[in-house]
């Protein structure tokens, strides 16, 4: 039977093993952390539970699949709950807007801001299936090996304007300016700048509208423990809390892995759903290939970073839904901030998550669990003492969820932390601290971003948020299922 090593026990690692393991390959996943999930950790901490993230589920039957693969079905492990409505937007003066795939319901949301973008939204959502089908169906799991197969699939982008950016889309089928935000914020999601990300991520609309968003019971954690679970009932091995340090090659070949403990074994493949340039760069030090891939990587530009402040207060907030944007007094320029200038603004939107009231298990009775997320510049380009501005920016964020949502919050707080582009950088060895990988620019979409399989060491692979289509739930699990593809017919089929 054929041995294949996956580094990482994220979404994009767990989904590759799963597939690997359902097709008759032995496959073991060695995570460097105490519990699986990468970016979806989380911490139990005086009676509340606290996701890390991501916290927005949606296309279940990607996810599904993974199950089908061998007969069994998500629901023996994962208790998936729907959510609406799918956010709740609000502006400083006070307006709220709530989206959802309810025609009925959305119509007369955009009719109380501008009822001439009925119709409007109508039309983009026209484009937002039309995005959908060509760039999420037909290439959504579609691995970009070589440039040919980039200009096969360029025909359908050219006719969707791929090269113009969510923002300006949507400003064409919508006049309100607050309607514009609401519906391009979403690449956000993902690490895009609504004004530079191809508006192929438009596509988000179409997918959240047939979908849903969805919520697992207990946490996004309880859907990484139903993979785990899954993956292990199926024969796989995951070895926790043992970073891999060195991916081992012989020529043109990786021939095993090395972790910190000093286990070793050899493999017949190793596939990465670490950090690309960390893969590269600090896996694969005596390999000249990998060291020249980690420079060329380092040269691209990478997506944001995040400041979360988790928290748990006292009472319970129905009127405050599962998922908030808190939108700040401005849009582009904030974006442009964070973006391009590498600055710490004053004001900030925030993502507020409050699972709590979909899920009471998330909190002690009586009590709520919360996050809150602000985006913030990369290492890279804001290279500030975290443990020193940690501390001011997690007191403005509570201050402004204070005088917008929970007046009293300060003395209703029973536990909080916050996490930081620092702890990025060394939890999960994130280059530059970043978020979500590699910005989804256009220049940096397909066969522009890492490859799923690499270009000179044929048995290294590459999954997760640095490879196509890109970062989210549905992102990186559709970046495994590129992946196995190519690893099953070259392990099994050849």
């Known amino acids: 039977m054929k041995k294949v090593a996956v580094i990482g026990a994220g979404f994009g690692g767990l989904a590759l093993a799963i597939r690997l393991q359902s097709a008759g390959i032995q496959t073991t996943v060695i995570e460097a952390r105490d519990k699986p999930g990468g970016r979806a950790y989380y911490w139990e901490r005086d009676g509340f539970t606290f996701d890390a993230g991501p916290t927005v589920i949606t296309d279940p039957p990607c996810l599904q699949e993974l199950w089908a693969l061998s007969g069994h079905d998500i629901s023996e492990d994962v208790d998936l709950l729907p959510v609406k409505p799918f956010y709740r937007l609000n502006w400083p003066d006070g307006t709220n807007f709530d989206y959802s795939n309810d025609e009925a319901s959305l119509n007369s949301e955009i009719a109380k801001l501008n009822p001439r973008d009925v119709a409007g939204y109508a039309d983009f959502l026209k484009y937002s299936a039309g ?3 060509e760039g999420y169906r037909k290439l959504g799991t579609v691995p970009f090996l070589d440039f040919a197969s980039m200009i096969k699939a360029s025909p359908p982008l050219i006719r969707y304007q791929a090269w113009r950016s969510v923002y300006s889309v949507v400003s064409s089928y919508i006049q309100n300016e607050k309607l514009r935000e609401a519906f391009s914020f979403h690449s956000l999601l993902v690490g895009g700048n609504p004004m530079t990300t191809s508006s192929v991520y438009a596509l988000i609309h179409k997918l959240e509208k047939d979908g849903g968003v969805w919520w697992a019971k207990g946490g996004t954690n309880r859907l990484i423990a139903g993979m785990v679970k899954h993956f292990e009932r199926l024969g796989g ?6 970073p891999v340090v060195h991916i081992q090659s012989l020529g043109d070949r990786v021939t095993g892995v090395q972790t910190k403990s000093g286990w070793q074994e050899n493999f017949d493949a190793v596939a990465s759903n670490g950090d690309i340039v960390h893969s590269y760069a600090d896996l694969m030090p005596d390999n000249g290939h990998a060291q020249r891939r980690a420079k060329s990587l380092k040269r691209k530009k990478f997506s944001p970073s995040l400041f979360v402040v988790h928290f748990g207060v006292e009472g319970t907030w129905p009127g405050i839904a599962h998922h908030m944007i808190l939108f700040g007094p401005r849009y582009k320029g904030l974006l442009d901030d964070i973006y391009k200038h590498g600055v710490l ?14 899920d009471p298990s998330m909190a002690p009775q009586g009590m709520s669990t919360f ?12 290279p500030v003492d975290w443990d020193e501005v940690g501390p001011m920016l997690e007191k403005r964020v509570l201050d402004e969820v204070g005088r917008r949502l929970i007046p009293d919050i300060h003395s209703r707080i029973v536990t909080k932390f916050s996490y930081t582009p620092k702890d990025f950088s060394i939890d999960l060895s994130a280059h530059q601290g970043s978020a979500f990988s590699l910005e989804p620019l256009l220049t940096q979409s397909a066969y522009f971003r890492a490859h799923n399989r690499d270009d000179a060491i044929k048995n290294l692979y590459l999954v997760g948020a640095g490879t196509h289509p890109g970062a989210g ?22």
Do not use: C, Q, W
Request: glycine letters at 8%.
């Open 131 to 133: 995005v959908f089908e």
């Open 237 to 242: 091995t995951v070895r926790m809390a043992d």
């Open 345 to 358: 603004p004053e004001d900030f939107s925030i993502y507020l998550h409050h699972p709590s009231v979909s």
């Open 371 to 382: 996050y809150a997320l602000v985006p913030v510049a990369n290492m890279g380009k804001l």
């Open 473 to 494: 739930i549905p992102g990186v699990v559709g970046s495994a299922k590129a992946t196995a593809g190519i690893m099953i017919e070259d392990l099994l089929e050849r």
